[in-house]
C-alpha cells in the first residue's frame, strides 16, 4: 500500500505593536490641564489658609473600558490600548492527495475600548524553512484579501507591512486562513519537511 507522505509548516505568531492616535477625547495625560478644572474650583477671600483635598489613584490601567474622566489616560499612541486575542500558533500542511495547503480557520478579537488596525509586519523563517526556500506559495486569505507571505514567483515578492484589516469595535474580529501549496515537483514520497515560521503582527490603534 502506498504510503502519503505529509508536508507540514507550522507558523509561530508573534506580536508587534505600532500605536497611532485618535481625535476622541479622553481623561488626563501627564502634564495636561485638569479636564475638571473650570468646574472643580474654590474662592478663597478674607482669611489665610485653605486646605486641597490631593486624591490619588493606584490601579492598573484597562484598554477594556472607556476612559475615567477621574482617572489617567496614557496617551493615545501608548501601547497600553492593546488589548488583542490571537492565536499562539497557526497550522498549514498539504499532501499528495490535498489540492494545495490547507489550514484551519483562525480569528484575531479585539477587546480593547479602541479600535485596531492588524497588518502582517513581518513573516520570518525559522526551523528547516530553507528546505522549502523558493518552492512555497503562501497566502494569508482574510474576507475576500490574500496577503502573500511566500512565493516562487522573483517579480512579485512579498513585502510588509501589510494590512489585514481593520476591526472598529471592542470584540470585534478578524478571520483568517492560510493557503497555497508548494511547487510542482515537490515529491512527497521521498520528502517530509516540518518547517517553522514566525508571523510577526503590527497594531495601530484606531
Given at each position: 500500500?502506498?504510503?502519503?507522505?505529509?508536508?507540514?509548516?507550522?507558523?509561530?505568531?508573534?506580536?508587534?505593536a505600532s500605536l497611532l492616535?485618535?481625535?476622541?477625547?479622553?481623561?488626563?495625560?501627564?502634564?495636561?490641564?485638569?479636564?475638571h478644572a473650570a468646574t472643580?474650583?474654590?474662592?478663597?477671600?478674607?482669611?489665610?489658609?485653605?486646605?486641597?483635598?490631593?486624591?490619588?489613584?493606584?490601579?492598573?490601567?484597562?484598554?477594556?473600558?472607556?476612559?475615567?474622566?477621574?482617572?489617567?489616560?496614557?496617551?493615545?499612541?501608548?501601547?497600553?490600548?492593546?488589548?488583542?486575542?490571537?492565536?499562539?500558533?497557526?497550522?498549514?500542511?498539504?499532501?499528495?492527495?490535498?489540492?494545495?495547503?490547507?489550514?484551519?480557520?483562525?480569528?484575531?478579537?479585539?477587546?480593547?475600548?479602541?479600535?485596531?488596525?492588524?497588518?502582517?509586519?513581518?513573516?520570518?523563517?525559522?526551523?528547516?524553512?530553507?528546505?522549502?526556500?523558493?518552492?512555497?506559495?503562501?497566502?494569508?486569505?482574510?474576507?475576500?484579501?490574500?496577503?502573500?507571505?511566500?512565493?516562487?514567483?522573483?517579480?512579485?515578492?512579498?513585502?510588509?507591512?501589510?494590512?489585514?484589516?481593520?476591526?472598529?469595535?471592542?470584540?470585534?474580529?478578524?478571520?483568517?486562513?492560510?493557503?497555497?501549496?508548494?511547487?510542482?515537483?515537490?515529491?512527497?514520497?521521498?520528502?517530509?519537511?516540518?518547517?517553522?515560521?514566525?508571523?510577526?503582527?503590527?497594531?495601530?490603534?484606531?
Amino acid at each position: 500500500m502506498k504510503k502519503t507522505k505529509l508536508l507540514t509548516l507550522c507558523g509561530v505568531l508573534a506580536i508587534g505593536a505600532s500605536l497611532l492616535g485618535s481625535t476622541q477625547v479622553y481623561a488626563y495625560e501627564n502634564g495636561q490641564n485638569d479636564p475638571h478644572a473650570a468646574t472643580n474650583t474654590l474662592e478663597v477671600k478674607k482669611t489665610d489658609s485653605a486646605t486641597i483635598s490631593a486624591e490619588g489613584t493606584f490601579e492598573p490601567f484597562d484598554p477594556t473600558k472607556l476612559p475615567d474622566p477621574a482617572k489617567p489616560t496614557p496617551k493615545k499612541d501608548h501601547k497600553a490600548w492593546v488589548d488583542v486575542k490571537i492565536p499562539s500558533k497557526v497550522l498549514f500542511s498539504q499532501t499528495d492527495v490535498s489540492e494545495g495547503i490547507i489550514s484551519p480557520n483562525y480569528e484575531i478579537q479585539n477587546l480593547s475600548a479602541k479600535g485596531v488596525k492588524v497588518s502582517i509586519n513581518d513573516f520570518t523563517d525559522g526551523d528547516n524553512a530553507n528546505k522549502l526556500e523558493g518552492r512555497l506559495d503562501l497566502n494569508l486569505n482574510s474576507d475576500g484579501k490574500k496577503v502573500a507571505l511566500r512565493s516562487t514567483d522573483k517579480q512579485k515578492v512579498p513585502s510588509f507591512p501589510t494590512e489585514i484589516g481593520t476591526i472598529t469595535s471592542q470584540n470585534g474580529k478578524i478571520q483568517f486562513t492560510l493557503a497555497g501549496s508548494v511547487k510542482k515537483g515537490f515529491d512527497f514520497t521521498k520528502e517530509t519537511v516540518k518547517a517553522n515560521y514566525k508571523l510577526v503582527l503590527k497594531f495601530e490603534v484606531q
